[in-house]
C-alpha cells in the first residue's frame, strides 16, 4: 500500500518547499516501478493556497478533515512563517498526526510552525540561515544547526532552505528504496546525490553593515576596506584615538562580538568576494585578505563557510570571459 507523503503548505508558502520534496518522490515512483508515496498537499483552511510568488496551489486535503494515515508530514516554508499563527485547531491536527506518523518534519521555515505545536522542544534541528537567530530567540531550548543542510533526530527531519528541502527528500528516498533508486532520481533531476558543504558557504551573515557609534564605523569601514593590514586591537584603538582598553570593550558591547572576532569575519567576506572573482590563488587570496597563509585561510574559511576555499571557488566563481 502507498504511503503517504503530506506536505502542509502554509499561506504565503514558498512554491519550491512544496514542489520540490514532491518531485523528488513522484520520481522515485516511477524509478521504483510503482506508486511506494502518495502525494498530498494539505491546506490549513478550504480554498487555494496562495503562495509567495503570487501562483495559487490546490490542496487535496484541510488540516484536521483528512482520515488516512500519514506517514511522512513535512511542514512547507513561507517568508512570513515566524509571524503566521494557525489556529489551534491546525495546530492539535499537525501534534497529533505527527505522532501517529512514521516520520515528521519541517522544510526552510516550516520549522516555526512545527515548534508552535511543542514537538520540536529541545530537539537537534536546522532551518534557514536567515531565520536561525530569530526561531533560537522565539524557542530557546532548541538545538539550531545553522550548517546543516537536513538535520535527523529520530523520526523528526528538518530540512534549511528552499532547495534543501530536496535534499531532505532524497535521503528518506534512500532510506525508504535504497541508495541505487536515490542516485536515479537525483541523475534524473540533475542535482546532487550528497550536495558538497552546508549552507553556511550560502549564509551572508558575515556581510553586515557597520554599526555601533560613528568612530566604530569609521574603523569597520577602514578594515572591510584594507582587510590585508595587521587590525591589531592596538592599531584599530589607535584608528579611532581611543586606549585599547576602552576600544575593546566599547567595540564589544555596540557590536555584538570582539574585534578580533570581526576582524575575522570581515577577512572571510572579503576572501569570499576574491574566490567568486576566480582569478587569484588561495595563496594571493590569503594575502590580500590578511592572512598568514594558505593553510591559514583554509582552516578560518572552512570555520566559517562549512567547505574550503578551492571547493567554495568551484562551486561560486561567478568569473566572466
Given at each position: 500500500?502507498?504511503?503517504?507523503?503530506?506536505?502542509?503548505a502554509?499561506?504565503?508558502?514558498q512554491?519550491l518547499?512544496?514542489?520540490?520534496?514532491?518531485?523528488?518522490?513522484?520520481?522515485?515512483?516511477?524509478?521504483?516501478?510503482?506508486?511506494?508515496?502518495?502525494?498530498?498537499?494539505?491546506?490549513?483552511?478550504?480554498?487555494?493556497?496562495?503562495?509567495?510568488?503570487?501562483?495559487?496551489?490546490?490542496p487535496?486535503g484541510?488540516?484536521?478533515e483528512?482520515?488516512?494515515?500519514?506517514?511522512?508530514?513535512?511542514?512547507?516554508?513561507?517568508?512570513?512563517?515566524?509571524k503566521?499563527?494557525?489556529?489551534?485547531?491546525?495546530?492539535?491536527?499537525?501534534?497529533?498526526?505527527a505522532?501517529r506518523?512514521?516520520?515528521?518534519?519541517s522544510?526552510?521555515?516550516?520549522a516555526?510552525?512545527?515548534?508552535?505545536?511543542?514537538?520540536?522542544?529541545g530537539?537537534?534541528?536546522?532551518?534557514?540561515?536567515?531565520?536561525?537567530?530569530?526561531?533560537?530567540?522565539?524557542?530557546?531550548?532548541?538545538?539550531?544547526?545553522?550548517?546543516?543542510?537536513?538535520?535527523?533526530?529520530?523520526?523528526?527531519?528538518?530540512?534549511?532552505?528552499?532547495?534543501?528541502?530536496?535534499?531532505?527528500?532524497?535521503?528518506?528516498?534512500e532510506?525508504?528504496l535504497?541508495?541505487?533508486?536515490?542516485?536515479?532520481?537525483?541523475?534524473?533531476?540533475?542535482?546532487?546525490?550528497?550536495?558538497?558543504?552546508?549552507?553556511?558557504?550560502?549564509?551572508?551573515?558575515?556581510?553586515?553593515?557597520?554599526?555601533?557609534?560613528?568612530?566604530?564605523?569609521?574603523?569597520?569601514r577602514?578594515?572591510?576596506?584594507?582587510?590585508?593590514?595587521?587590525?591589531?586591537?592596538?592599531?584599530?584603538?589607535?584608528?579611532a584615538?581611543?586606549?585599547?582598553?576602552?576600544?575593546?570593550?566599547?567595540?564589544?558591547?555596540?557590536?555584538?562580538?570582539?574585534?578580533?572576532?570581526?576582524?575575522?569575519?570581515t577577512?572571510?567576506?572579503?576572501?569570499?568576494?576574491?574566490?567568486?572573482?576566480?582569478?587569484?590563488?588561495p595563496?594571493?587570496v590569503?594575502?590580500?585578505?590578511?592572512?598568514?597563509?594558505?593553510?591559514?585561510?583554509?582552516?578560518?574559511?572552512k570555520?566559517?563557510?562549512?567547505?574550503?576555499?578551492?571547493?567554495?571557488?568551484?562551486?561560486?566563481?561567478?568569473r566572466?570571459?
Amino acid at each position: 500500500m502507498a504511503k503517504t507523503v503530506a506536505i502542509l503548505a502554509l499561506p504565503g508558502v514558498q512554491l519550491l518547499d512544496v514542489s520540490g520534496p514532491l518531485d523528488v518522490f513522484a520520481q522515485a515512483n516511477i524509478e521504483a516501478g510503482k506508486e511506494f508515496y502518495a502525494l498530498k498537499v494539505i491546506a490549513c483552511k478550504s480554498g487555494p493556497i496562495r503562495s509567495s510568488s503570487g501562483a495559487r496551489l490546490l490542496p487535496d486535503g484541510i488540516a484536521g478533515e483528512m482520515d488516512e494515515r500519514v506517514d511522512t508530514l513535512l511542514i512547507a516554508g513561507a517568508p512570513n512563517a515566524g509571524k503566521i499563527v494557525l489556529s489551534s485547531h491546525v495546530l492539535t491536527w499537525l501534534r497529533e498526526t505527527a505522532k501517529r506518523s512514521r516520520r515528521y518534519g519541517s522544510i526552510c521555515t516550516g520549522a516555526f510552525v512545527l515548534a508552535a505545536t511543542g514537538l520540536l522542544d529541545g530537539r537537534h534541528i536546522t532551518t534557514h540561515w536567515a531565520a536561525a537567530e530569530d526561531l533560537a530567540q522565539a524557542f530557546p531550548t532548541l538545538q539550531i544547526d545553522e550548517d546543516a543542510l537536513y538535520v535527523r533526530d529520530g523520526k523528526l527531519c528538518t530540512a534549511a532552505g528552499v532547495t534543501a528541502g530536496l535534499d531532505l527528500a532524497l535521503a528518506l528516498v534512500e532510506e525508504d528504496l535504497g541508495r541505487d533508486i536515490a542516485k536515479r532520481v537525483a541523475a534524473q533531476l540533475v542535482m546532487f546525490f550528497k550536495r558538497p558543504g552546508g549552507q553556511l558557504q550560502f549564509s551572508r551573515k558575515g556581510e553586515t553593515r557597520p554599526i555601533g557609534r560613528s568612530v566604530l564605523q569609521e574603523v569597520q569601514r577602514w578594515v572591510a576596506a584594507t582587510p590585508n593590514l595587521d587590525h591589531s586591537i592596538a592599531g584599530m584603538a589607535q584608528h579611532a584615538g581611543l586606549s585599547p582598553r576602552h576600544f575593546a570593550r566599547l567595540f564589544h558591547a555596540e557590536v555584538g562580538i570582539t574585534p578580533a572576532a570581526w576582524v575575522e569575519t570581515t577577512r572571510v567576506t572579503a576572501a569570499r568576494k576574491l574566490l567568486e572573482n576566480g582569478y587569484d590563488t588561495p595563496k594571493l587570496v590569503a594575502s590580500k585578505c590578511g592572512f598568514a597563509n594558505a593553510d591559514t585561510l583554509r582552516r578560518t574559511f572552512k570555520k566559517h563557510v562549512g567547505v574550503t576555499p578551492a571547493e567554495y571557488r568551484k562551486q561560486h566563481t561567478v568569473r566572466s570571459e
